[in-house]
């Protein structure tokens, strides 16, 4: 089924160690998203890239690292976790112009 | 301040009343206003979104966007006890958009 798939779907791990959520969309939109969604703040914008090999940071970049080698896949990097980097992860993607963003069902990340 | 603010709830209703929800926002640039519905443990779900102020208008759903007042909300008539969920008021630029924190809607059998 077409669609934006994000794995793995629960993640525990440790501080230091380097971790990487992957999103996988099949509708070769061109726009792909990171956020990590905290009570209280709601969605924040980590990366964001506009087609493959370009990519920005977003509102809360530190202790991140994105690429985009293929249009389909956005994976996101931890490099050294932190406590304060527990959090929902959301993978989203758009296409061009004004369409809407649609979202994956989340990684949660706990950091022990 | 936030520069999308949402009414925190949480609500509650009962089954069959038409439900507000509420945001405000302070930047003039945005251009983009949109409403997603998130349940608990999945990622968000585009219900309703709009470029211009007025109404727009999908089935039990209408949004309405004031930009002079910078105003947004979301209208839910005859809620169903499916509609409980978060809902997320978003708006922003073509090259970001802001989240709201969320209102947490809950309608009673």
């Known amino acids: 089924d077409a669609g934006i798939t994000q794995s793995p779907r629960y993640k525990i791990t440790e501080t230091g160690r380097q971790v990487t959520l992957m999103c996988h969309q099949t509708?070769?939109?061109?726009?792909m998203f990171w956020y990590r969604q905290d009570l209280g703040h709601g969605l924040r914008l980590i990366y964001y890239?506009?087609?493959?090999?370009?990519?920005d940071k977003g509102e809360v970049p530190d202790g991140y690292v994105v690429s985009r080698s293929k249009t389909e896949n956005f994976p996101l990097t931890l490099e050294s976790a932190t406590r304060s980097q527990t959090s929902v992860y959301f993978c989203?993607?758009?296409?061009?112009?004004?369409?809407?963003?649609?979202f994956g069902d989340g990684t949660r990340l706990s950091i022990l | 301040q936030k520069e999308v603010e949402q009414d925190p709830g949480p609500l509650s209703v009962p089954e069959g009343a038409i439900v507000s929800l509420n945001c405000t926002y302070s930047?003039?640039?945005?251009?983009?206003f949109m409403w997603y519905r998130q349940y608990s443990r999945k990622g968000p779900e585009l219900l309703m979104y709009t470029y211009s102020s007025g109404n727009k208008e999908d089935g039990r759903f209408t949004a309405q966007v004031d930009k002079s007042s910078k105003y947004i909300s979301l209208f839910i008539r005859d809620s169903q006890p499916s509609d409980s969920a978060t809902y997320l008021c978003v708006s922003g630029s073509a090259r970001q958009l802001t989240f709201g924190s969320g209102t947490q809607l809950t309608v009673l059998p």
């Open positions: 890239s506009a087609a493959a090999d370009i990519t």
């Open positions: 989203a993607s758009r296409g061009f112009g004004n369409q809407p963003q649609h």
């Open positions: 509708w070769s939109h061109s726009y």
């Open positions: 930047n003039s640039a945005f251009q983009y």
